[in-house]
């Protein structure tokens, strides 16, 4: 068997890395070859949210959609299509058509609202030309759906059967994203993070008070990483970092405590909730807003805490900067939900039983 997968982003971008490329050990284990070509190379992907160099995202732009055909002309060597979001950013969804026409089964992934037509889109171009019905004609034309929640898979089911959509969460291969094994405390003191991109680095606006006020009492450091922004609190002590690639595991490691604010509307409601998840990964515990997934992932007060206002995070921040305890002992039951819900081990064979499925439905014709 062979699969290829196809996708909008490179290793880089966080939803491919945990939603497809990590399952590739598991498909070579059970004999599966496969190939992976992402729509942007990493070159472009790095630059794709940053304000300046618009003429090279267009040229960019250019070149991957050449590469893009090619990957339609070598797909013909391969006999399923699994498709993460999309195959192509712009226009109706031709090449998941055409695989269709020449009976190339399509595995669909959707981890994102990205139906919704208020998402932001990096380059205004792209969105001005999105094909409005693009994410409902590829669940129509895939033979199976994978999604990452309830909401998602309520979407899908107005356009597919149910028995086709499939949940699996968003996971973590718990034996690589681990604890901090040293037992010194951090030397500069406390610290409460959030770890994100461009893309969500507005939803801290929401905390500005809430950390102004908890820096009147306590003494901690807030590290902000991959905002691209420099944000900035008066009287907070803020550490504004890149985010790299290398250093995602040791940035999760750094912290204390993890903050993960979100609105409360349809977007955030087809989110994962995947940043609640590598947080508790690591042992950390959690503050995060009550919306969403991240309502089925925290049982609020046992393995993190959700928060509804300013008040509730100023209470519920408060409790874990003062107790030491408290935070260890939630950060135990956050990991053991990993491990038990979220984990590679416990949703890899389902990843692989779909992808069995299909190739067998497939052969049996």
């Not at 009492?217 to 803020?238: E, M």
């Not at 003062?322 to 081990?345: A, F, H, P, Q």
């Amino acid at each position: 068997m062979k699969v290829l997968f196809i996708s909008p982003y490179p290793r880089e971008g966080p939803s491919y890395r945990y939603r497809v490329e990590q399952y590739f050990e598991y498909l070579e284990k059970n004999g599966i070859k496969y190939l992976s070509r992402p729509f942007m190379f990493r070159s472009f992907y790095k630059i794709i949210y940053k304000p300046k160099k618009n003429f090279k995202k267009y040229v960019y732009f250019l070149l991957s959609s050449i590469l893009r055909c090619i990957d339609f002309l070598r797909s013909f060597k391969y006999d399923i299509i699994f498709i993460h979001l999309e195959a192509y950013p712009i226009g109706p969804p031709f090449f998941e058509y055409l695989w269709t026409k020449f009976g190339k089964p399509i595995i669909y992934d959707l981890d994102d609202a990205i139906y919704l037509t208020s998402k932001e889109s990096a380059y205004k171009i792209i969105k001005l030309i999105k094909f409005n019905k693009k994410i409902q004609t590829i669940i129509k034309l895939s033979k199976e759906m994978i999604v990452c929640n309830n909401h998602l898979k309520n979407y899908a089911s107005n356009f597919k059967n149910e028995n086709k959509i499939h949940i699996i969460p968003t996971s973590l291969n718990t034996d690589k994203f681990i604890p901090n094994q040293s037992n010194s405390t951090n030397k500069k003191g406390l610290v409460i993070g959030w770890i994100g991109s461009y893309s969500t680095a507005s939803y801290l606006n929401q905390l500005k008070n809430v950390f102004k006020f908890l820096s009147s009492k306590y003494n901690f450091n807030l590290k902000i990483v991959g905002s691209n922004l420099l944000f900035q609190i008066d009287g907070v002590k803020i550490m504004n970092k890149e985010w790299s690639l290398s250093a995602d595991l040791e940035d999760f490691q750094s912290l204390d405590i993890g903050v993960y604010p979100l609105p409360d509307n349809e977007w955030t409601k087809g989110k994962t909730g995947f940043k609640t998840i590598q947080y508790m990964a690591v042992g950390i515990p959690c503050v995060v807003s009550n919306v969403g997934r991240n309502k089925e992932i925290i049982q609020d007060g046992v393995n993190g805490f959700l928060a509804d206002s300013e008040e509730e995070w100023i209470k519920k921040l408060s409790l874990l900067i003062e107790n030491s305890e408290l935070r260890k002992k939630m950060g135990v039951l956050g990991r053991k939900t990993v491990e038990e819900r979220y984990s590679l081990k416990v949703n890899a064979p389902n990843f692989l039983d779909i992808i069995q499925r299909v190739y067998k439905e497939k052969n049996s014709k």
